[in-house]
Each structure stands twice: as C-alpha cells, then as structure tokens.
C-alpha cells in the first residue's frame, strides 16, 4: 500500500471536469467559487506544499493511503497539521474498519471533487462513498482491481469517475490493460494516465482500438516505449477524436511517428502536444509544422529531439502554429541560426514561453531574440546553457521589446559580472520575479551590482549557485533595501563563510525566505550557529547546508533551533555529523537528509 496522497497532476482538473459535466454528476460550485484549483500530493512534495497554502480554496478532499512502513513521526506531523486539519479531509484506507465517521458523507450537492488513492479491492466493493468519486489513482492494476471495478460498475456504481491514473511498477501486461479498457467505465473518462507503466506499442494500439474513449480529453502515456507503431496507432484512431491534450514524451519516437502525428485528421483539436525526450529531428519537427491538422496547437514541447537549425526554422516559418503560446526546444542543437529564424518569425506572436536551454545560440541569437518585435509577449525566456557572454547579457538588458519578462534563465553562461551588472541596470526588466545567474562567474562585484539595483525590486527567487561569492557579496544581499520580496535565494558552491552566514542570520531584509541552500560552502559551525539562532528567518521551510563541515556542535543548534519550527526539508548531508546527533536531528526533522 502506498502512502497517501499524489501531486498535482500536471493537467488542471477544472478543464476535465468541466468536460466531463455530462458523464458525472454534483458539478462543483464550491471548486468554481475557488477558482478551480485541485490538489494531489506526493510524499516528497506532503509538507512544503500544505505550509505554502494561504487559504483552504486552495486544496479540496482528498482521500488516501497511509502505508504501514511510514515512520510514525511523519505521520503524526501531518495528521496534526494544523492546516491539514482546516483545509482536508483525510480518510485512512489502512485502518481496519470501513465504518465512516458522519462528516465523511458526500451526498450534498456543491461538493469538492473527491480524489481516490490506492483503493483497495474491498474498498471498491464496499465503501458506497467512492461512488462520489471524480478521480481514481491505482496502485497496479491486479485482477482483483479489475474484478472489483467490473462488479462495481455492473451494480450501477462509480457513475462520477471521469479520471483514472494506473500506476504500475513492472510493465502493464497488455491482457490486463485491454480488460480495464474493455469496462464501460471507460466510457465516462475524460482523464487517462498511463505514464510509466511500459506499455509498449501494442499497449498504444489497445488504447487507440478501444471504442469506450470517446470522451477522452487528456491522455498522458509518457515512458512507455510505444515508438512509432504506437504513435501511429494513435494518430489513426478514429475513437480519440476529442483530446486535447497528448503526451507522448520518452517513448523512443522518431521522425516516422511524428510524421503521422502530423498527418492525423483525428487529432485536431490537440493543444497541447508533448513529444519531448524522443528523437524526431529536424524532419520530425518539419512535419509538425507543416501540419495542417494541429492548428490548434497552444503548446508544443520538443526537448531533447536533435532538432537543429532547419528544424527550428521550420517550427518559425509554420502558417498552421500561430496560436503557439509555449514552446519548448531544450536540449536539442540549435544555433545562431535557428534562434535568429524564431525571432523573425512573423507566426509567433503569441509566444509567452519560449525555451531554449542547452543549446548553443550564443551571443549572436540571444541578440536576434532581444531584438525581435515578434517575441514582446515572452514573460518566461530560458536560454541556460548557450555559451552566452557579456554582450548577450547586454543585449538582453537593452532591449525594448522583452519589457514584460518576469523570469529570465541565464544559468550555465558567462555573463560575469559585468552581464550581471547590465542585467542590474536594466528599466526593462523591472518585472522580473525569477533570475537564475547560476555558474556565471559573476563574483562579488556581479553580486553587489544586483543588490544595489533600482530596478530588480520585485525578485521572489534568485539564483547564484557556483559563481565565486565571497562573505562581501552575501553581505551586500543581506543589505539589499530593494530584495525585500525574496522568498528563494540559491547561493550553493560558492566561498562563503562564517562572515556571510552570519550577515544572512542577522538581515531584516530576508525574513521572508521560505528556501536558502547554501551548500558546498564554508560557513562552518558558528555560521550554522547564527542560521539557527536568527530572528529573521523563521519563515524557512527548505534548508540545504550540505558540505559545510558544521559538525556536531552546528548540528546540534540546529536541532535545537527555535527559529527552525517550519522546516519540510533539511539537508546536511557530508558535515562530519556523528551519529548521536544524526538521531537527535532525525527525531527534531524526520525528513532531514543527514
């Protein structure tokens, strides 16, 4: 059994809901009222996520399992969370009895969507709640699973199950995948995820013959080895005429699978199309671009492809891909060339996402980009990793036409400080919430140049891992009048000692910092020390002080700290910690990685 509770999924279960209106009934005029947002949790994600909510809209019902191995600790912490208490419900599917307490009854109308993790067979048999269901997330799809949601729905139940995620840990044999496709249940999903479950091509055929997914919207079969016979398959099925949504990322798809994607006049009214981490290439992504069935198309993800230059281009010159609004070419080998095609392209004026991270654009096709009156509605640009240097970091910061970026990636370049300073300069990037300046060699002065900027004023998180920071550096951030908003500040493998630490503990502008790392430093144990005792940061949830031979002395203030009372993350590993005090931590932070 499985622990309780799974992350948002990457769809926004509003879109599928609504969708799915005719196959479920008590539609949600609370989740309307709350904007529509609905939570699942992972384990890992439990506690930073339920200390980062500010008002109970923001997470709904939830039901779960909490497994056996769970170190009790953690349980009784979550279970005694005072915002778990006022924002869920939590039933847990591994008490003994099936009798539900009064206030577990969903019959009102108006009602949160209802989440169900890992039932169990009985469970399905039995529990009449789950009929409430909206969501269903499986553990391994055994034959008793089947054989419970077979009985259950010929006995009229399970009628509000509009999504299902099977989560298997061996490949998903296709004679048990083609019996849950073969329950009418199927019918009524607007919702499929399959991701990871290896299902092969044959798996990807099952799926495209099966007559039950009509009403199918969304359909997430990453990591599944289907390849091009199983895109193929899809592409020509005449049942999945309704998604719009489709990824298909890692599934060892090459150009021939693409190709007949882009041929389909079954997937019109696709979205979003995810083929990241595949080997399409150059003719795969000329394809899609050529394609005159994928006009829809808002998001598109190509990463790590073998696109190059012509297929860049191609995506640039398409007439069909003119509602693109995110685009993602990551990891692929795109130049000069290919950056300067995008930002002249006259199709994507819609663009607010553009990725282009670990390439090798360089200076010259950051500055066809900043100088692109196509590309003015970017507020995320991610060119990481592009052998960007002074005078693509000055080319950005001049420019008129990215004035409404709020996140800019320029980790892995060598914009030095001097990049760094015109980044600080700059009027245009006065919206800027999100800097990664990662491994730029931006050294103190790169440092100081953004603390005493006039115009950074509204950074959340800032990025400077590996860029040779020094105590004076970290001091003047400590300093900064004008980062009062941060809440994130990254500043690993650097040279900071006692000296920085301690200007961080005692600064008045970072007490609204829920995450500092400040790994593979030398703060030692009297700057752990001065962490650990600061009045300012007790708004900490994540703390990464990894490789900073604190020893058991700053160990120790840690675990005793009373400004740490926050903390869901904890990171300390290779400090010269003794055992003793591994334990003391570990009984203080369950979760802390020692």
């Not at 389909?264 to 979003?272: E, I, K």
């Amino acid at each position: 059994m499985k622990l309780i509770f799974t992350l948002l999924l990457l769809f926004t279960f509003s879109e599928v809901h609504a969708a799915a209106a005719a196959a479920s009934s008590g539609a949600g005029d609370e989740a309307a009222a709350s904007g529509g947002k609905k939570t699942i949790l992972l384990p890992d994600k439990l506690k930073h996520l339920i200390a980062s909510y500010t008002s109970p809209a923001e997470a709904k019902v939830l039901y779960g399992t909490v497994s056996e191995h769970r170190k009790k600790a953690m349980l009784r912490w979550f279970l005694g969370h005072p915002k778990v208490k006022e924002y869920f419900t939590v039933i847990d599917f591994s008490k003994k009895s099936a009798d539900l307490p009064e206030e577990f009854s969903f019959t009102e109308k108006g009602r949160a969507p209802i989440m169900v993790i890992d039932p169990q067979p009985k469970h399905i048999q039995d529990w009449a709640v789950l009929d409430q269901a909206d969501y269903m997330e499986i553990f391994g799809l055994t034959d008793e699973v089947l054989d419970a949601l077979q009985t259950a729905y010929d006995a009229g139940r399970l009628r509000n199950l509009v999504a299902v995620r099977i989560k298997g840990y061996l490949a998903l044999k296709a004679e048990k995948l083609n019996r849950f496709l073969g329950n009418p249940l199927c019918s009524q999903l607007v919702f499929l995820d399959l991701t990871g479950d290896d299902i092969g091509a044959a798996g990807a055929v099952a799926i495209a013959k099966s007559p039950h997914l009509t009403r199918l919207i969304r359909l997430e079969l990453s990591g599944n080895r289907i390849g091009d016979e199983g895109a193929a398959a899809i592409a020509g099925s005449e049942t999945l005429t309704s998604l719009t949504s489709l990824d298909l990322a890692s599934n060892r798809i090459g150009a021939e699978g693409a190709t007949a994607i882009a041929g389909s006049p079954y997937l019109t009214m696709l979205t979003r199309l995810g083929l990241n981490r595949n080997g399409v290439g150059d003719e795969g992504a000329a394809a899609i671009a050529g394609s005159a069935y994928l006009t829809m198309l808002t998001r598109l993800g190509l990463n790590r492809n073998g696109v190059g230059d012509e297929g860049a281009a191609a995506i640039a010159g398409s007439a069909y891909l003119t509602k693109l609004i995110t685009l993602e070419l990551e990891r692929n080998d795109i130049g000069a060339a290919g950056a300067t095609a995008i930002a002249g392209s006259k199709n994507l004026t819609r663009l607010t996402m553009l990725e282009l991270n670990r390439n090798r654009i360089g200076d010259e096709g950051v500055a066809a980009i900043a100088g692109s009156e196509t590309l003015t509605g970017l507020t995320l640009l991610d060119l990481a990793s592009n052998r960007i240097g002074v005078e693509g970091a000055a080319a950005i910061a001049g420019s008129p036409y990215l004035t409404r970026l709020t996140r800019l990636d320029l980790n892995g370049n060598r914009v030095g400080a001097e990049g760094a300073a015109a980044i600080a300069g700059s009027e245009n990037l006065i919206r800027l919430i999100w800097l990664g300046l990662d491994y730029n060699d931006i050294g103190d002065a790169g440092v100081v140049a953004i603390a005493g900027s006039p115009y950074l004023t509204k950074l959340i998180r800032l990025r400077l891992n590996g860029n040779r920071i020094g105590n004076d550096g970290v001091a003047a951030i400590a300093g900064a009048k004008t980062l009062t908003d941060l809440t994130s500040l990254d500043l690993a493998s650097n040279r900071i000692g006692v000296e920085g630490a301690t200007a961080i503990a005692g600064s008045e502008t970072l007490t609204g910092l829920t995450s500092l790392d400040l790994s593979d430093n030398e703060v030692g144990a009297e700057g752990a020390t001065a962490i650990a005792g600061s009045p300012y940061l007790t708004k900490l949830i994540r703390f990464r002080l990894n490789v900073n031979r604190i020893g058991d002395e700053g160990a120790a203030a840690i675990a005793g700290s009373e400004t740490l009372t926050g903390l869901t993350s904890l990171h300390l590993s290779e400090n010269d910690i003794s055992d003793e005090i591994k334990t003391m931590l570990k009984e203080r932070f369950p979760f802390a990685i020692v």
